[in-house]
């Protein structure tokens, strides 16, 4: 095998937990989970508040599982490094490349799509090309350096937290309430029932992709401490501000226009701050879209690196800046595949929403696969050293499958969608299983479910 060194060197270690923690939030709070947690709150009321409890389980569960998977096999490749071990070379490269790529090509789009709608609400005609700009600017701060990357990261995140609180506050405490009272609140949690767990998928959409810290591993400085402790505290803050964001929304603006709006938070923000609104929603759009795009410029391209080094990619993904010591081959990758479907489908948002659940979809079942490979782990190698062991193991592993299979078979709101997504995943399957089942037979010379011995993927 070719040692990476030979192509570039070594990733720098400058990552410390608020640059982690920033990570964390920022990937995970775009503009589309503002749209969910409202139209959430809109739909359910007060038993959306329970599904956000549902979903921060179900997010701890999947925390758990990377945190332990990511530190007993600390490679940047994620998700990949994990399952090679675990169950062989052709899940692990399906496991990412639908997992995690798909859901980029066609979810970013889909936010930066949001962006325009919401900007040109504000300011028509004012912000037209905003979003080339912004895959832009970013992809040239990731070649920069990672330390660039962070610098960024953390004003944008701690920026978003800030602006989030303000607006959770102020709607919680406005003078003169639209919405629903607190008093209906408390009504509508006697009358909870099972059919809370049908918002539960807008509510765990709100928390998916804390992992994204995981690839950033060989940058991260005294990861054994960092890496757990980075998404346990964002899943913590998360559900925090989704609480006064949702609470807010369902004090100040009827639930019917929360629900039937494509710009809920538009809505709020302008109830809550009049004309000062416009401004105040136009940064936070800019800088959730910033945020997301950021982190995953630089933690996609970092899964590509760890994949390449397992040979499971083209040598060329292991390419790294000389001066910067980024993967500046698969920065520009990304960028471009990110790009490709912002022009291809402009003005077609209905088939890229489509899109965007259906690699949702495989996403969820990544995280099945990261619950197996714990599982799996832990019985081929119980003796393994394991810096971070999932607590109250194997509960939080069975209840993480349980409730991605059941997100799974209710991921959207109509039988037609449905079918829909179910079609778009098989084929986004099937095109990363066929590049999977050739390259590790033909090139790899490996079986596809043969399992890389641990001491193999360590030293690699």
């Not at 599982?375 to 607590?391: A, E, T």
Request: aromatic share 10%.
């Amino acid at each position: 095998m070719t040692d990476s060194k030979n192509h570039s060197g070594e990733l720098k270690r400058v990552l410390g937990l608020p640059s982690l923690f920033a990570i964390a939030v920022g990937v995970v709070v775009a503009q589309v989970v503002f749209v969910s947690v409202l139209q959430g709150v809109g739909l359910g009321g007060a038993s959306f508040f329970v599904a956000l409890i549902i979903a921060f389980i179900l997010t701890l569960c999947y925390v758990f599982t990377f945190s332990e998977l990511a530190l007993m096999l600390p490679k940047a490749g994620s998700i990949s490094a994990y399952t090679e071990v675990s169950i062989g070379h052709v899940p692990a490269i399906v496991a990412t490349i639908a997992g995690y790529l798909a859901p980029a090509i066609f979810g970013l789009p889909a936010e930066l799509f949001l962006l325009e709608a919401v900007l040109d609400a504000l300011y028509p005609e004012s912000f037209t090309q905003i979003g080339w700009l912004i895959i832009l600017v970013f992809l040239l701060l990731n070649i920069l350096g990672v330390d660039f990357f962070a610098k960024v990261q953390n004003f944008l995140a701690y920026l978003m937290i800030t602006a989030l609180c303000v607006i959770g506050i102020s709607g919680i405490s406005q003078a003169d309430p639209q919405g629903s009272s607190v008093v209906a609140l408390w009504e509508g949690f006697k009358d909870v029932d099972l059919d809370v767990l049908s918002l539960t998928m807008l509510a765990l959409w709100s928390f998916m992709a804390l992992e994204f810290v995981c690839p950033m591993i060989e940058e991260t400085k005294n990861p054994n401490r960092n890496i757990p402790r980075s998404m346990i505290l964002a899943a913590v803050v998360l559900l925090i501000i989704y609480t006064l964001v949702a609470l807010a929304g369902y004090l100040t603006i009827p639930q019917e226009t929360l629900s039937e709006s494509d710009i809920p938070h538009v809505i709020l923000v302008s109830a809550l701050f009049g004309e000062s609104g416009k401004f105040i929603v136009a940064v936070l759009a800019i800088t959730a879209t910033c945020s997301t795009i950021n982190t995953v410029l630089a933690t996609i391209p970092r899964m590509l690196y760890g994949m390449a080094h397992n040979r499971q990619l083209p040598e060329l993904f292991l390419k790294v800046h000389p001066k910067s010591k980024t993967p500046w081959v698969g920065i520009i990758f990304v960028a471009l595949l990110i790009t490709i479907p912002t022009i291809l489908l402009k003005g077609q948002q209905d088939i890229i929403l489509v899109l965007m659940i259906s690699a949702a979809t495989v996403w969820l079942v990544a995280y099945i696969i990261s619950h197996i490979n714990v599982m799996v782990l832990r019985k081929r190698y119980p003796d393994f050293k394991r810096p971070f062991k999932s607590p109250w193991y194997p509960l939080p592993q069975i209840l993480g499958i349980i409730g991605m299979v059941y997100m799974i078979l209710n991921n959207s709101p109509s039988p037609d969608m449905t079918l829909q997504v179910y079609m778009n995943a098989g084929v986004i399957v099937l095109i990363a299983s066929i590049y999977a089942g050739i390259w590790v037979r033909f090139k790899m010379k490996k079986g596809w479910f043969e399992p890389e011995p641990i001491e193999n993927a360590l030293r690699n």
